[in-house]
């Protein structure tokens, strides 16, 4: 599927320096760009790459003046780096076409409710009373359990468990091989040393327009509902316990554990490998830099913490500055 600079400069709302009929098929960094595919400039490091750039079509931010003659066609636009991410979306839209129906080797619950428009892959299987949303695609092998209720336009990747009750709202992405719903780490310490299972009864809540990655796991609540709210964006390989609550538009990247009953704000960023304890509270806006470990409330909006145990970015950068030279000592 080729695209003109002409079309693209006319969906981003740019403005084009060039020929206006050049067209590209597909999407490379600009460092490797050749003929007959599209690159971005939004970082000022990488500008030098522009001068020697072999492709077709280069996103730039409109504030942004070359220094020497650049020979891709240019599309000027207010944010190059959000305007890439857009022109994906529009070229996976235009690629893949969405599938329907059923393939013969899938379950679906005589009481199940299917949408118009909805694929069901092979092998998948869809339980009791459970109601998927128009234009939903459920892959291969991907297990709904009884009386789920997921929403229109989602992909369901290969893989995916869905446990009973659990609702996916509309226009969500789920990768393969995520679980959603299993119990959550709830256990009572009897007299005798022995553990005894505490039942998780509530189910999980995933609101409109999230992402969760793949083999990422998102446990049921004790009671109640582990809630992902609208908007938010789980990377792969995250752990997030029983009772949680994440507020909308948070994004978290890989490998991120979070303990049971902690509430996380909005517009909150986490960087790998962060560890939350649980029964704590995130304000809104908190950055969490990688490995950072968070044990008690964060209570003030908009500040970077790092570090285990992590505090505020600036005194640990302070502490570290200190510790170095303390360490340089003889």
């Avoid at 995520?178 to 005798?192: C, K, L, N, Q, R």
């Amino acid at each position: 599927m080729e695209v003109s600079a002409k079309q693209i400069a006319e969906h981003l709302g740019g403005e084009i320096v060039g020929n206006p009929d050049v067209t590209v098929s597909s999407v490379a960094r600009i460092e490797s760009g050749k003929p007959g595919t599209l690159c971005f400039l939004a970082n000022p490091k990488y500008e030098h790459y522009l001068y020697t750039c072999k492709a077709s079509i280069v996103l730039i931010n409109k504030s942004f003046e070359p220094k020497e003659a650049v020979s891709p066609t240019l599309v000027r636009v207010d944010n190059a780096y959000e305007a890439v991410a857009s022109l994906l979306d529009l070229l996976n839209t235009m690629k893949a076409a969405r599938r329907r129906g059923r393939a013969w080797s899938s379950h679906v619950a005589f009481s199940a409710r299917l949408g118009k428009g909805v694929y069901v892959g092979a092998n998948a299987y869809v339980g009791k009373k459970t109601t998927v949303g128009r234009n939903t695609q459920i892959y291969p092998l991907v297990y709904i359990g009884e009386g789920v209720t997921i929403g229109e336009n989602c992909i369901i990747y290969p893989g995916v468990k869905i446990y009973r009750g659990c609702r996916i709202g509309n226009n969500c992405i789920i990768q393969a091989g995520a679980v959603i719903g299993s119990d959550g780490f709830g256990f009572a310490p009897t007299e005798d040393g022995s553990y005894k299972k505490i039942p998780q009864t509530g189910i999980v809540t995933i609101e409109d327009n999230c992402e969760i990655g793949a083999n990422t796991v998102i446990d049921r609540s004790t009671m109640g509902t582990t809630l992902i709210e609208k908007g938010v964006k789980l990377d792969n390989l995250i752990q997030v316990a029983h009772n949680v609550v994440i507020g909308s538009n948070t994004v978290i990247a890989a490998q991120t554990g979070i303990a049971g009953s902690t509430k996380i704000g909005r517009s909150c960023m986490f960087g790998g490998q962060v560890g939350i304890a649980g029964h704590i509270n995130i304000a809104d806006g908190t950055k969490l830099t990688a490995q950072a470990g968070v044990q008690s409330d964060i209570k003030e909006e908009g500040k970077v913490y790092m570090g285990s145990p992590a505090f505020e970015h600036i005194s640990f950068m302070r502490a570290y500055a200190l510790f170095r030279r303390s360490g340089m000592k003889k």
